[in-house]
């Protein structure tokens, strides 16, 4: 019998073959934390530690609140900075030209590779699997104990295989896939599974939309979720890989799984998740006509540039109705948009360009609603008060859907574009 993704990667770590259900302890390539890192420091100090385990296997990032949003949030970020240059770790990304969202660096500055294993202390780190990597999201203790030892254990997850298969047609996208497939599984039918993408549909993905289907497993329950590293993998990371230990795995063919289903991109429709959770799932013909006050294109789920292009050309020539919020997903991103022409059709539409960060998502700064109103959001979660007021709704949706919306002042069908 075969092994699945999980075991695989999990058996190459623990130095013996494990099996679902199994227990490995391994060593994780890297550990990302972001501003949280403040809390983790404290319990790192409790151990009684006076060094990390391996200050170039930790990587912190800023993005959840910079600039710093209030007094305690700046408080919290000098403890980090200064536990930073205390330990020696390299890998900081502050508020500099290197800078943005946490998952976006993972990825975009080769932390995450094939056959590696990446935690963090973010439940969206499982993105990472979007260029092969064991990617899931740890607690802050477990952070902090990773400091001090090195070392974590896993129980070996169970696996969903998804298959998909066929293309998107014109106005769909990978956002609508994974919100079909959360709408589908809900928020506990992967529960502590790996979740492995197959088929055809994946392989002609480019690895940022791979990248938004592995954020969302989360948001299903799963541990962590991963598509096969190819040659478009490979292609992106090239010279930027920080593992010399990368390794392309993937599962066997005669792998066992807990269960597999199939997707035809070919009948996918736009959609979207209704309030108050992500499973909420509605095509976009039933929610057609819905009014919105703010539209947000950011986070870690779709800020990429293939995002602020789809964005731009759907307004170009045209003006948002509504306040429309646009955080990319790094300085990098945001510099080739800058080139590209594609921030200054955002700003010729109406849009407010922001610096790279999580902006309204965490729900902690820059674009929050207030009692009563809408949102119409590229994000990857829509609970009751998570942008601000639990009196405002959030539907999530794609980039295409979320343009399109803000241009109408209501929720709207990309394909009318």
């Known amino acids: 019998m075969g092994q699945t993704f999980a075991e695989k990667v999990l058996s190459k770590a623990y130095g013996k073959t494990v099996r679902s259900g199994d227990v490995a302890i391994v060593e994780p390539n890297f550990c990302m934390s972001h501003e949280n890192a403040s809390a983790i420091i404290g319990t790192f100090k409790k151990i009684g530690l006076k060094k990390v385990w391996n200050p170039d296997k ?34 900081f990304y502050d508020m500099n030209s290197n ?6 660096i ?4 080769g932390f995450a590779a094939p056959g590696l294993i990446t935690v963090g202390s973010d439940s969206h780190t499982c993105t990472h699997g979007a260029v092969g990597a064991f990617s899931t999201g740890i607690g802050r203790s477990e952070m902090a104990a990773i400091w001090a030892t090195g070392q974590l254990w896993f129980q070996v997850p169970s696996t969903i295989k998804i298959n998909v298969e066929g293309s998107f047609r014109k106005g769909v996208s990978a956002k609508d896939l994974i919100l079909k497939i959360i709408g589908d599984f809900k928020a506990d039918g992967a529960d502590y599974k790996s979740v492995e993408f197959h088929g055809t549909g994946i392989d002609a993905m480019s690895v940022s939309e791979r990248m938004t289907l592995c954020n969302m497993g989360v948001e299903m329950g799963a541990k962590n979720a991963v598509c096969k590293p190819d040659k478009t993998v490979e292609d992106f990371l090239k010279g930027r890989t920080k593992d010399g230990s990368s390794e392309a795995l993937w599962a066997d063919s005669d792998a066992a799984y807990d269960s597999e289903v199939f997707y035809d991109l070919t009948t996918l429709e736009p959609g979207v998740a209704k309030p108050d959770t992500v499973d909420n799932y509605a095509p976009i013909s039933e929610v057609t006509g819905t009014p919105i006050h703010q539209a947000f294109i950011g986070s870690c789920t779709n800020a990429r540039l293939d995002d602020l292009r789809i964005a731009a050309e759907t307004l170009k020539g045209r003006q948002v109705a509504v306040r429309t919020l646009v955080y ?25 360009i922001n610096h790279p960060g999580c902006g309204p998502c965490a729900g902690v700064y820059g674009g929050l609603l207030a009692s009563g109103e809408t949102c119409i959001s590229t994000a990857n979660r829509n609970f009751k008060g998570r942008m601000g007021s639990k009196d405002a ?23 009318e574009v």
């Open 58 to 91: 930790i990587v912190i990032i800023f993005d959840h609140t910079v600039p710093a949003a209030t007094g305690p949030y700046a408080d919290a970020q000098k403890i980090v900075r200064d536990f930073v240059k205390e330990q020696g770790i390299r890998h």
């Open 328 to 352: 990319p997903a790094s300085r990098e991103v945001f510099a080739e948009a800058m080139r590209e022409g594609v921030i200054q059709t955002l700003l010729d539409a109406g849009c407010t």
């Open 106 to 109: 993972m990825c975009q500055e």
């Open 393 to 415: 709704g959030v539907y999530l949706a794609s980039p295409a859907t979320v343009a399109w919306s803000a241009v109408q002042g209501c929720i709207s069908d990309p394909r």
């Open 99 to 104: 800078g943005g969202i946490c998952h976006q």
